[in-house]
Nanobody, 115 residues
């Protein structure tokens, strides 16, 4: 059974930092590209950042220079380091494993940026 379990969300003040983690099980993790998406209330889910199996990264313009994505294949984990957080970063953040034929999603973790 495939599982993606996100953690690390919470309430943070503007300008603060959070690190999200996503632990995968049931897949050959190193063969999958991994991605973080987010969905704010009333908005469509959007790509935040992704990382290929070879470690090439890509970021949405709105988070460039503030967020970084990394992966630890030994721990089957992908991370999203979020710095200089803004209220507009408030959303549910989802982890996605992107395979050649199949995609898997986590259940999401809430990030709220507010003073």
């Amino acid at each position: 059974q495939v599982q993606l379990v996100e953690s690390g969300g919470g309430l943070v003040q503007p300008g603060g930092s959070l690190r999200l983690s996503c632990v995968a099980s049931g897949i050959s993790f190193r063969a999958y590209a991994m991605a973080w998406y987010r969905q704010a209330p009333g908005k469509q889910r959007e790509l935040v950042a992704d990382i290929t199996s070879g470690g090439i990264t890509n970021f949405a313009d709105s988070v460039k220079g503030r967020f970084t994505i990394s992966r630890d294949n030994a721990e089957n984990t992908v991370y999203l380091q979020m710095n200089s957080l803004k209220p507009e970063d408030t959303a549910v953040y989802y982890c996605k494993a992107r395979g050649t034929f199949t995609n898997y999603w986590g259940q999401g973790t809430q990030v709220t940026v507010s003073s």
